[in-house]
């Protein structure tokens, strides 16, 4: 029941980052600058972003099975729709048809984890399902440049494309809304008018938002990271793209372990949310601000512990989607989970194009094969605004409320212990 839904999920991440390997591709064969890349990358974030909310809201209302392969077919489509595209126009809407099924993968799988699995492992298993995006932001570094170098770009994202289609077919015939505990039949779902009403109480909740705000300054800069560091490494260390491919895996290898760890040691150790949040978002910043210091000056074999250093400490996103759902109706999981959770993705849609515009401001006229090469004092203005999100996240992390692995919702509702 989770496996398909998750698939999809890691499928949607696979798509967050990909740009980042094809950006040079991009600029040779239509022309257009760091910018226009950034934007395109950020068109993704914009449709997830902008259907995060009714996503959940669908979800609730008709449940996983039929609005998670749905999703998952117009993600494909889009991914089928930019390996054909003869014209910026038609990147952008194959983009833009990416992100818009994307939207319900994840809220799809946690729905799932929320009535499928016990609530004492809600939290491990948030980060499970982040972990699985993980390995898809790890097949868009190294092994999308190998396929991209085996079958080009557009036979890379036709491959992509068609497994997705697959995948979603997979999704509509095996997976279940909910277990059946009273026989054979369809269990009722509450309908979309009764999820809408109840999401007024999401919103309206105070403790939305920190995780909301967190999330988003968080995420605007790990998006931003895995959109540039390809290039940052081709561009000021002279590497090939499949190399430097290979060393931008480093943080998402130890996110592979930090995200579950973080969600296990929070769930069964620790039980506490808002401790570990801070402390990862604070070490975050420390880790930020060393990267940002030795910019072009640091061994390459420092920049790659740096960066997976960045991955082990970067696991407090993890704990977003828990805080989200235990300080809300727990009936209203999908909604909270997808307010929470749009706070990330509306950081990386409005980041991603400006950044690249601070890129292009800095650009020094240098050109490689028709594609920009960016100075180091380029990168080290774009990843300066990086490190300043961060440390905001660190201190909005400070407004969170602590639920101890709970749902606090109704003991707010009486007036209890805050």
């Known amino acids: 029941m989770w496996s398909l839904p998750a698939l999809l999920f890691l499928v949607a991440f696979f798509h967050r980052a990909a740009p980042g390997i094809i950006a040079k591709d991009l600029m040779q064969e239509f022309g257009v600058t760091g910018a226009i890349v950034g934007l395109l990358s950020a068109t993704y974030f914009y449709a997830y972003a902008g259907f995060m909310i009714p996503a959940g809201l669908c979800i609730d209302a008709f449940g996983v099975r039929r609005v998670v392969a749905a999703g998952g077919i117009v993600m494909g489509l889009g991914t089928v729709v930019m390996g ?47 972990t699985v995006g993980v390995v898809g932001a790890l097949a868009s570094t190294a092994p999308l440049a ?84 390809v290039p940052y490494l081709r561009d000021v260390y002279g590497l090939s793209s499949e190399r430097a491919a290979l060393y931008a895996t ?78 809300n109706p727990p009936h209203l999981a999908g909604i909270a989970v997808a307010v929470v959770n749009f706070g990330g993705f509306l950081g990386a849609a409005l980041t991603q194009g400006p950044i690249g515009a601070v890129l292009d401001a800095r650009w020094a006229g240098a050109l490689s094969a028709g594609a920009r090469v960016y100075p180091v004092e380029a990168y080290a203005a774009a990843f300066g605004v990086c490190a300043a999100l961060v440390v905001a996240a660190a201190l909005l992390s400070l407004l969170l409320r602590e639920t101890r692995g709970r749902n606090v919702y109704a003991e707010r509702r009486q007036g209890g212990r805050r």
Do not use: M
Request: net charge positive.
């Open 84 to 130: 054909l595209a003869t014209a910026p126009r038609l990147l952008f809407a194959g983009r833009f048809a990416v992100g818009l099924g994307a939207t319900v993968t994840f809220i799809g799988a946690l729905k799932i984890g929320a009535t499928w699995f016990p609530p004492s492992r809600f939290g491990f298993l948030s980060a499970v399902t982040a």
């Open 250 to 327: 480093a943080p998402s290898l130890a996110l592979l372990v930090s995200a579950p760890a973080t969600g296990y040691l929070s769930d069964q150790v620790w039980k506490r949310r808002k401790l570990p949040y801070v402390a990862c978002s604070a070490s975050s910043f420390a880790v930020w601000a060393l990267f940002f210091a030795t910019l072009g000056t640091l061994p390459l074999r420092g920049v790659y512990a740096l960066l997976f250093v960045l991955g082990t400490v970067g696991g407090a996103f993890v704990l977003t989607w828990p805080i989200g759902r235990e300080v």
């Open 146 to 229: 190998v396929l991209v170098g085996l079958a080009g770009w557009r036979g890379a994202l036709g491959i992509v494309g068609l497994a997705t289609l697959a995948a979603s077919a997979l999704c509509f015939a095996l997976v279940r809304d909910r277990p059946e505990r009273e026989g054979p039949g369809v269990v009722p779902l509450p309908g979309f008018g009764a999820v809408f009403a109840g999401a007024l109480e999401v919103l309206t909740n105070r403790h939305t938002w920190p995780p909301f705000l967190a999330f988003f300054c968080l995420y605007a800069a790990f998006g931003n990271l895995a959109l540039w560091v």
